[in-house]
């Protein structure tokens, strides 16, 4: 139901107009980036923007005690997770905060029946044009083009009155660089090759994507290749990481387990088929991950090749294979017009997340649902599903294609998600120290988000991976010629495990320790421009698991594939089967497992040779206790097992 002011009086009475002499100041500025002005095109001031205020929630300040306390192996209120409800009451706006953002939207002249409020009281919408949007933020709004060619609305800057950056998170569309302008009707625009901002399933963003190694077999099997334990230094499979890892042959299906794919980006069921009969016989022909639908997401065939199969076969092989009969759920993401972004997926597990009908941060990149555009998805799936216990997802960015505070906003997403018991597990990323695609920045902490092509420059971390209230996994591989129960070192094979720290988060307070250990003992010698050396941001990753030539069928043919992309579902895998105990035994899943993680890292199997090369350096270095490459190292279930079993 649409929730008008003027309808539903929430406003107290007597709300005064803020006073002129109220100072304006800078609330939020990006400069630079890989945008050009069009100074033959300028913006017509009568056009209209769709405009979201974002309200500052309550309490976010002790949601990182909050989440401590439930999660913690030492407090006495380990395991006791709160509901949606609960988290959405605790964290919702406060009404002062709502009553002083809509006194001065009125006061500047937006009518109070074009001001709406989100069912989650998250949200200001109204409609405006550019130039009352132009009065009410001090700003110049811009036309820019990207290197795709396509039109960009956007200002440099923007500022509000000081007295409200209390109570303000964010405004969009704003300094973010991707706000479309549809001043010509449909038929009469370009094709969009490609999304002018980043988005996950885009088959030409490699950067997270898989690596294809060499053709095993094609369409028939190829009984001149064993799969054995005696050659996993050279063919990984399931029983391959069940000896790396100590893991059993699941027996249990009492939790639940789901991995992300962002529309192209599909699996083939004959693909799993194929998998299943070359590498894993004891799963059933035509098992499949049970499909959650998210705004219109579809397991499409029109497209199969490597980039858009490649991902979602290798995440659902092994997620399958290591936890049958324990179902894998499948969240497919974004109709086939659109796509999905990572907040496409959080709306649809988290409704506090939602805006008002659907339309999240347009201005960075995330596709507007219900989806104006001719075949487009005509619904929002706000808060559909229930979230999984445990939540892989093989994508990500760089930290500084978003703004800070779009990042932070998304990151107390995480934060709420393991209040409520979800571990969320994002891979690190496959090219070192360098970011997306190998690109590193070339400004000091990665300011404005410019690139080059890799050979040198500043080390670019990735998102979300630096999201303190996440799991970020590296890659290892078997050493070239050992045995499977030899120690593994930093994957250095056709990708390099993404690590190093955040420009934006803090230091958590699990992490202190290790990261300060590290900074003391083994601290690299490079300038304090090439990354953020500081000691008191968030290092990553946390862990590691395999990432080098694991055996996945795709498109009909057996083949090797590297990445961070495996490691991330082999680590959530791990993760469901202590799970499944705990279940088991009557206790809850064990949520956010970072503070577990680093209080206990004996249980993990340390890894000290190998290094994440990038920007033109040999990057950092895997030694003794956490490390910039492989985080505490690779699991060990039969150690961390009994941890999890120990506590409440």
Request: net charge negative; hydrophobic share 30%; glycine share 10%.
């Amino acid at each position: 139901m649409r929730l008008s002011f003027t309808l539903v009086g929430v406003f107290a009475a007597g709300v005064l107009a803020l006073p002129a002499s109220v100072p304006y100041v800078v609330h939020e500025k990006r400069s630079g980036g890989s945008w050009s002005r069009n100074e033959k095109f300028k913006p017509n001031g009568r056009t209209t923007l769709p405009v979201w205020v974002g309200l500052k929630q309550s309490n976010l300040d002790h949601g990182h005690e909050i989440l401590m306390d439930i999660s913690s192996p030492n407090s006495e209120n380990y395991g006791k997770h709160l509901s949606a409800d609960e988290v959405a009451e605790m964290f919702a706006p406060s009404q002062a905060s709502i009553d002083a953002v809509h006194s001065w939207l009125v006061a500047s002249g937006v009518e109070p029946a074009r001001v709406v409020l989100s069912p989650g009281r998250h949200w200001l919408k109204f409609n405006a044009t550019i130039a009352e949007v132009e009065s009410l933020l001090q700003t110049e709004y811009k036309y820019y083009q990207n290197l795709s060619g396509q039109g960009h609305l956007a200002c440099e800057e923007y500022s509000i009155p000081k007295t409200l950056q209390q109570h303000i998170d964010l405004i969009m569309p704003t300094v973010h660089f991707d706000t479309k302008l549809f001043l010509e009707p449909e038929s009469k625009r370009k094709k969009r090759n490609a999304p002018a901002n980043f988005q996950p399933g885009d088959p030409s963003n490699t950067g997270f994507m898989p690596k294809k190694g060499k053709t095993l077999s094609g369409p028939t099997p190829d009984a001149s290749v064993a799969y054995t334990l005696a050659n996993c230094n050279q063919f990984v499979t399931p029983d391959c990481l069940r000896a790396l890892y100590n893991l059993p042959n699941g027996t249990l299906a009492k939790s639940s387990y789901a991995v992300v794919e962002y529309t192209p980006q599909a699996y083939l069921q004959s693909d799993l088929n194929k998998f299943y009969s070359t590498v894993s016989r004891q799963i059933p022909q035509g098992t499949g991950p049970l499909f959650d639908s998210i705004d219109g997401g579809v397991d499409q065939t029109t497209s199969q090749n490597f980039n858009t199969n490649g991902e979602s076969d290798l995440d659902l092989e092994y997620a399958i294979a290591l936890v049958y009969p324990q179902k894998v759920t499948l969240y497919q993401t974004g109709d086939t017009v659109e796509s999905g972004s990572f907040n496409t997926f959080l709306d649809a597990i988290d409704g506090s997340y939602c805006t008002y009908q659907g339309g999240d941060n347009a201005a960075q990149g995330d596709p507007t649902y219900p989806d104006p555009n001719t075949g487009g998805y005509k619904k929002h799936d706000c808060g559909r599903y229930t979230p999984a216990s445990v939540i892989s997802a093989s994508y990500g960015s760089n930290e500084a294609d978003f703004t800070a505070a779009y990042e932070q906003r998304q990151c107390n997403e995480y934060m709420k998600l393991g209040m409520q018991g979800v571990t969320v597990l994002y891979s690190s990323g496959d090219s070192g120290v360098a970011g997306n695609q190998g690109q590193c920045c070339t400004t000091a902490s990665c300011a404005g988000g410019t690139y080059n092509n890799g050979g040198s420059g500043i080390f670019n971390p990735s998102f979300p991976g630096t999201c303190p209230y996440v799991t970020s996994v590296g890659a290892t591989q078997i050493v070239p010629g050992a045995s499977v129960t030899a120690p593994e070192e930093a994957c250095q094979t056709v990708i390099y495990s993404g690590g190093g720290f955040s420009n934006v988060f803090p230091l958590p307070s699990y992490q202190a320790t290790a990261v300060n250990d590290y900074m003391t003992k083994h601290k690299p010698n490079y300038t304090t421009t090439q990354y953020n050396a500081s000691g008191k941001v968030r290092g990553y990753p946390d862990v590691s698991a395999n990432g080098a030539n694991y055996v996945v069928a795709v498109d009909g043919t057996i083949s090797t594939i590297y990445g961070t992309s495996a490691s991330s579902p082999t680590f959530g895998a791990v993760v469901t089967l202590i799970n499944e105990q705990r279940i088991n035994a009557g206790k809850a899943p064990v949520g956010f497992i970072n503070p577990t993680l680093y209080a206990n890292p004996g249980m993990m199997n340390d890894i000290t040779s190998g290094g994440n090369p990038g920007c033109g350096t040999p990057g950092f270095q895997a030694v003794a206790g956490w490390d910039p490459v492989t985080g505490l190292g690779t699991p060990n279930y039969e150690k961390m097992l009994p941890v999890f079993m120990a506590l409440p």
